[in-house]
């Protein structure tokens, strides 16, 4: 009986590695991303189906930052981080962890290599991928909005006063059962499936053009910043009005119907608020606070792509210290 094969030196990394390192790079991004996210939110939230924009509270994302500053501190500027890391982790985790494995199966289910880069199946793995992430951390990015749109200072939609993350989710469960916690998730699904299906494409592509044409080297940290700002701006511009939505899905306070359950009193779905936000507020309705979204999405991405890259190297660098190269 043979004795069971050793790794090989520079095999690719599995899915569960994939999940972990792609949940630290995330963690990290986040840090430097929540005070941008917050602003967002909150801007977002201002004027709320009201025509003309109503009464602003804040003019602009560099308002927000200097009035929570003032009236709130470091504690407002970072209002949902611990949610926001273990949200990172379960999106960002599953994002990256699981792009590779949905691309090279999509790939072989179709009849091609699966090393092969096509623009068909990368767009649908990194749907599929942000999806799955999406739905798994949705309670996570439920109680994040409401959390940072929480100002006991200068409040603008509806307001959700919870002492923490837990606190947040036992009242939530407590007032609406699992339901409750699963709200919005169309729409959480629809704002990720569109980021994520132009965020990794962007970034391979952008990367493997800089290497195929020398303009940088391929293990560069500069290659991944390039590539991982040009998937910023992508990723702003395809998922900003599904943002918008799933904020005010999130934060709408909730009636009860006619079936006794409790239900949100704004917005039925995504496609209603988006319909109804365009309706009363114009294409400028959807856009709001999208400085502040590319703002927060700029350097989260650049971090968290450019991290994972460098922690997945040092990982495996890490990992095949030693092994055998005879499997190569």
Partial sequence: MSAPSSPAKGGPITTLEGFVCGGIAACIAVTVSNPAEVAKTRLQLQGELTKGG????????????????????????????????????????????FYEPFRRNINSFIGFSPDEQITFTSVLAGASSGAVGASLGNPLFLIKARMQAYSPALPVGAQHNYKNAFHALATIFRAEGPRGLVRGIDAAILRTSMGSSVQLPSYNFTKAQLVKYDILPANSTWTFLASSTISGACVCLAMQPADTALTRMYNQPTVLGPDGKLRGALYKNPIDCLWKTFKIEGVRGWYKGSTAHFMRIAPHTIITLTANDIIINLYKAARDRGLPEADL
């Fill in 54 to 97: 109503g009464k602003k509270v804040y003019s602009n994302v560099f308002d927000v930052f200097a009035k929570t500053w003032k009236h709130e501190g470091l504690r407002g500027l970072q209002r949902g981080l611990a949610p926001a890391y273990a949200y990172q982790i379960l999106l960002n985790g599953s994002r990256l962890g």
